[in-house]
């Protein structure tokens, strides 16, 4: 759900000194409760706001932070071959020239991760202004930087948050996660369908976020088209995702945002239908997880919410790159 945008003169300095310092400390308290993971609460309270780069995506220096470091599948992995794997300790690669439909800068793999936006064909087109765009692309942003200070996983800190594809961009490949906004209205095509069908199957990971419960008749029309043997499965909180990193029950929490609030109901598809294999994609259906994401920073919703939406988003991100 889309909100007027704030001031764009204070929005990096909101989020860099606002969002992840409150957040942070939010975080750490709740580890201190007993919700933990590998991350350490004193860490996480000492944090020092980074800057984004503010030489932009052109620049070579706005595109990571840190140097690369090789995230191949290992030899024995059951999906090799989707991630282009590059030397230990690379420089960052610049940005190609933009060729998706609405031209947005690329930032190939150089070993961190980057977070991927699917952009997405509605009833209106691909248009910017389109539900895919939704929350872009501060939500992103805001959700690498909780990322980067409490996890070790690198992560690209891109001015643009990331990447923005099609599903059937042969480049999605290197990419292990992608996310979709607004799922309600979205029309794919044969070639999508096939393209997202290969991703999946190959270790691909894919989240459906911002839609409304009934929507999820279209998200399943749609993912018909890809795959057709396979079902939604609404789940009870035993999966492995829930606890990849934070522990979460997803029956019990409670998120607010403009539109959608309250308990969402979360639907997972797996390979072959069986919930004991891997998890292709999940859909918060009644929720608006990045909605909260990217309105950590100005105090549109409560803190706690907030909190539980940047968990899922750290547990979604731990569940692809280990599944």
Known sequence: MAAPAPDPARRFVAVGLGAVAVLSACIAATLAGGNSGPASANAIA???????DPAGPGSANGLASGAATTMAPAPSSPNPGLFTPVPTGAPPAPPEPAT??????FYPYDGSITFVRIQTRGYYGRGRRGGWSHDYPDAEINLFRIVDEITSVPV???PTGGNVLTFDDPRLTQFPMAYVSEPGDWQTSPEESAALRKYLLRGGFVIFDDFFTFEMDNLRRQMKQAFPELEFQPMDGSEPIWNTYFSIDPLTIDLQGPQKNGTPTFFALYEDNDPIKRLLAIANAGADVGDLWEWAAEGLFPVDPTNVAFQIGVNYLMYALTH
Do not use: D, N
């Not at 000492?46 to 984004?52: D, F, G, I, R």
């Open 100 to 105: 998706t439909p609405l031209q947005y800068p």
């Open 156 to 158: 690209r800190l891109a």
């Open 46 to 52: 000492a944090h020092t706001a980074k800057p984004l």
